[in-house]
């Protein structure tokens, strides 16, 4: 399994990314996959969620309204559209597949994240 996660930069408030994360060694088009962040000195926290299908979305309260998560099965790559980005949304992001209708992760090892840093 590997999971690589890119499109992290530094960026002023309100201003987008959009990060992307790339799987292999799995059947993607078969699992509920999610973003997780954290933040320096803080625990690593859920994100979004997303079903195989791409048909249903769930998301942290502080992120609802901003951010977009989406996928494309024909190229095993997830998405994280962030618009109207603040300061507390500096953190590594991190991907990763999850169980079905919750927020427990199934693959232990994780990549190596994609640093998004928002600061004026």
């Known amino acids: 399994v590997q999971l690589v996660e890119s499109g992290g930069g530094l960026v002023q408030p309100g201003q987008s990314l959009r990060l992307s994360c790339a799987a292999s060694?799995?059947?993607?088009?078969?699992?509920?996959m999610a973003w997780f962040r954290q933040a320096p000195g803080k625990e690593r926290e859920f994100v979004a969620t997303i079903t195989w299908s791409g048909g249903s979305t769930y998301y942290r309260d502080s992120v609802k309204g901003r951010f977009t998560i989406s996928r494309d099965n024909a190229k095993n790559t997830m998405y994280l559209q962030m618009n109207s980005l603040k300061p507390e949304d500096t953190a590594v992001y991190y991907c990763?597949?999850?169980?079905?209708?919750?927020?427990?992760?199934?693959?232990?090892?994780w990549g190596q994240g994609t640093q998004v840093a928002v600061s004026s």
């Open positions: 060694g799995f059947t993607f088009s078969s699992y509920s």
């Open positions: 990763n597949a999850v169980q079905k209708g919750t927020t427990a992760t199934i693959f232990r090892s």
